[in-house]
């Protein structure tokens, strides 16, 4: 677990450390957006792995839900996950006081991913009214804005902020104007935000996420959480390059990637399963 404070990191290189996922183990990661989807999943895993988890999601009784979910994640033991390493604070991910004192309650904070965001801003660009543009960007660009804010000020020298883009950033589709913007603003934001927080040895990466398999894409295709759901998920899946589309796990693992390695910084990692190429 690094040690560095973040006042020090501007006269000392960026640590080095294993760049696989195994250096996780022991840290703190702070999932904002982590009661459903690609957070749960990413909680999941790093609890797995032997990180401590902080959970912050709005919906309190979901929030619960999937704290429990995380603490299953993996055989409690002594070498393995800590069941008590799970913590669920509700908190509005674009609020940044709320968000403060959630990172005051997590206490010592090496990373943080943010996945939270929302389909607002949706409908062609000659229709949608100037809230609804407004909501598509305080959802996803304060949003993140907010979440380095907080959280610049508490991570240790090679800590990080993973942030969330989409594919369709790279192949727009008529009716989302409002959302590829959003989503460009943040892939903007990474890289300024790489190199104005470069000399406090801290990291900003993003995953721009294709389709996954998660409760906010099923809602968007109208598919449910049950076998109808299933099958209308795999029929379309079936159309993309690799033929299904990817899990929330196999989503969350490129966040960890950026965790991990502390010589990655101002990137945007792709991850659809090979959509943007055809």
Do not use: C
């Not at 294993?18 to 009661?35: D, E, F, H, W, Y």
């Not at 913590?87 to 997590?106: I, T, Y």
């Not at 809230?131 to 979440?147: C, E, H, K, P, T």
């Amino acid at each position: 677990m690094p040690t560095t404070a973040p006042g020090a990191a501007a006269v000392m290189p960026a640590p080095v450390r294993s760049p696989l996922p195994q250096s996780l183990v022991g840290g703190t990661v702070a999932v904002i957006g982590g009661s459903s989807g690609i957070g749960l999943a990413a909680g999941m895993l790093l609890h797995s792995l032997g990180a401590r988890v902080v959970l912050i999601a709005r919906d309190p009784g979901r929030l619960a839900a999937a704290v429990d979910r995380v603490r299953a994640a993996g055989e409690p033991g002594a070498t393995g996950p800590d069941p008590a390493a799970v913590l669920g604070v509700s908190a509005d991910g674009g609020a940044e006081v709320a968000l403060n004192a959630a990172f005051d309650q997590a206490g010592a904070l090496d990373h943080v991913l943010v996945t939270a965001g929302s389909l607002g801003g949706l409908g062609p660009a000659t229709e949608v009214s100037r809230d609804q543009v407004r909501s598509a960007f305080d959802g996803r660009v304060w949003g993140a804005l907010a979440a380095v804010r907080a959280a610049a000020s508490r991570l240790p020298a090679g800590g990080s902020v993973t942030l969330a883009s989409g594919g369709l950033v790279s192949r727009p589709v008529p009716g989302i104007a409002s959302l590829v913007a959003a989503g460009s603003a943040v892939e903007g934001l990474v890289k300024a935000l790489a190199v104005e927080l470069a000399p406090r040895r801290l990291r900003v990466n993003a995953v721009r996420f294709g389709v996954f398999d998660t409760p906010l894409a099923r809602g968007a295709m109208d598919a449910g959480a049950d076998e109808a759901g299933d099958r209308k998920m795999a029929a379309a899946g079936a159309l993309t390059p690799l033929g299904r589309y990817g899990t929330a796990e196999e989503a969350a693992s490129a966040a960890l990637f950026l965790m991990a390695n502390t010589y990655v910084t101002g990137e945007i990692l792709n991850i659809d399963g090979g959509a943007h190429l055809v």
